[in-house]
């Protein structure tokens, strides 16, 4: 604590001078105290010090602080253990050139002082030093592969409607840019490329209003638990509520009995409380299955049902309460050969009503066909389980987006100038 600095024996003071002489951010409640009026004169008198400043002479107040400094120290009765030092970037070595010199001099001052007992050593040089970084090695396979946690973030460079404009079913054509990792992106036709979605703005939005934390303030957390899937994803710097809501929290889809569950336990309201239990119960299969599964009420619509309870639910708690967002799978519909690059996926966006007559869209679908060029898409592979001939001929049926795999055979079977046609050139994928 910087007042009891009256109480220390020994202190080495090393500090930077900022804008024009100030101190720097981490300085000023000790520069504040040290510069007080009313200390007493010979408050440091059991002080030995030492100032080493770092500081830039092209500056007109060249290290104005450390000189300050030591003159202040001096003032109030310090002892000096070491001249002061003032370190130059202008210096033709940069500031260790008296950097090096000045810690020499200091060393030496300490063992004067505190002699080396005869048989001890000096320890090396990394012992006793708390380390600030901790690495760890990977397994090998994050090196070569992407996956659910690390997924590669592809760039959207295509987002265009396929379906005639009066037919009902909105299908698009995503195509991702994938050309910085061909090699680690090998696919062949009837593979899967598996994608992150993000919840949409509004949705995000609507969820933040229910819980009673600030969306954007900075927040840093860690897993407990090293082994949870759900959480090794998540990000390790630091965050904001709206990002995990974004990224990470399944709000939109239905929830399961443990989220009743799990949500009455915040409950300070007792209705709210009574309801909650009541479907949380294995018992209750009845009321959760006509409250929930059957009109398909979201997360997100039950917590604005129960909004009392919905404000109590504390953070730390988010990522239980919540499920994390799935992946979904696509069938990769570009071929590997003539889209080298690229990766192409026919997504057929979600849309309908429940019972009730509520609009629904599906997440991840309507979240691709939101994208703009040079958005942001993480994706991983996965091994399909199609396989095509690569010379017999082949009749191949799919119902609607079920033609995505098959127009990735096609385009790789054409793809060596074999020609192919298309009944309606015009409306062909
Ligand atoms: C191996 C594999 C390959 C796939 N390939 C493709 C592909 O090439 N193209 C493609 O578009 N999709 C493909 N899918 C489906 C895709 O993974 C997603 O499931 C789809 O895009 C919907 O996701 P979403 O997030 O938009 O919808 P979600 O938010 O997950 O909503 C979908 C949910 O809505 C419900 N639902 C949908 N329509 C109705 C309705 N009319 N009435 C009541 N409930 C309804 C469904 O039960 C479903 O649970 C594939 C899936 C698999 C497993
Ligand atoms: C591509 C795909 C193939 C599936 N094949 C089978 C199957 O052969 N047999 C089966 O019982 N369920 C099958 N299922 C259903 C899954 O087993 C089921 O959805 C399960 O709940 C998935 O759990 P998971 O998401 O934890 O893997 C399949 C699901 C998908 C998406």
């Known amino acids: 604590l910087v007042k009891d600095l009256v109480n220390e024996e020994m202190v080495v003071f090393v500090c930077s001078t900022t804008g024009q002489g100030e101190p720097p951010d981490n300085m000023k409640r000790f520069w504040k105290f040290i510069m007080r009026k009313n200390l007493p004169v010979t408050c440091l008198s059991g002080l030995k010090f030492g100032v080493l400043g770092l500081g830039d002479s092209s500056y007109a107040k060249y290290n104005f602080i450390a000189k300050k400094l030591f003159r202040r120290l001096q003032n109030l009765g310090g002892e000096i253990l070491v001249p002061l030092g003032l370190a130059d970037d202008q ?9 090096d010199e000045w810690s020499r001099g200091l060393w030496q001052k300490l063992i004067s002082i505190y002699p080396i007992k005869d048989g001890v050593r000096s320890a090396p040089l990394d012992s006793g030093i708390p380390y600030k970084f901790i690495f760890c090695y ?11 946690k690390n997924p590669y973030l592809a760039a959207l460079t295509g987002n265009q409607r396929v379906t005639a404009t009066e037919h009902f079913q909105d299908t698009r054509l995503i195509s991702l840019d994938i050309s910085a990792v061909v090699d680690k992106m090998r696919y062949e036709p009837g593979d899967v490329v598996m994608v992150q979605p993000r919840n949409l703005p509004h949705n995000v939005n609507a969820l933040l209003e229910l819980l009673p934390y600030k969306p954007d303030m900075l927040i840093t957390f860690h897993s407990l638990d090293d082994d949870d899937d759900s959480t090794t994803s998540l990000p390790k710097q630091a965050t904001t509520l709206r990002e995990i809501a974004t990224n990470y929290l399944d709000f939109m889809s239905v929830p399961r009995r443990c989220f009743f569950q799990l949500l009455s336990h915040f409950s300070t309201d007792e209705n709210e409380k009574e309801k909650l239990v009541e479907l949380g119960q294995p018992e209750g299969t009845d009321e959760r299955y006509s409250y929930a599964n059957r009109p398909r009420r979201t997360i997100l619509e039950v917590l604005q049902d129960f909004h009392l309870t919905a404000s109590k639910i504390s953070l730390e708690r988010i990522f239980d309460i919540f499920p994390p967002i799935q992946p979904r799978a696509f069938s990769i519909a570009s071929s590997p050969t003539r889209h080298r690059g690229k990766l192409q996926i026919l997504v057929a966006v979600v849309r ?3 019972r009730l007559q509520l609009p629904r869209q599906g997440v991840c679908s309507t979240w691709l066909a939101s994208l703009q060029p040079n958005d942001r898409v993480p994706v991983w592979l996965k091994r399909g389980g199609i396989r095509f001939p690569a010379k017999q001929h082949c009749i191949l049926i799919g119902p609607g987006t079920g033609i995505a ?16 046609r298309c009944r309606t050139r015009d409306k062909g994928l």
């Open 352 to 354: 309908y009503k429940t």
């Open 405 to 420: 795999p098959f127009r990735s055979a096609a385009h790789e079977r054409t793809s060596n100038g074999n020609a192919g």
């Open 138 to 148: 990977l397994p090998a396979a994050n090196h070569l592969e992407f996956s659910k």
């Open 91 to 99: 210096h033709e070595w940069g500031c260790d050139a008296v950097v």
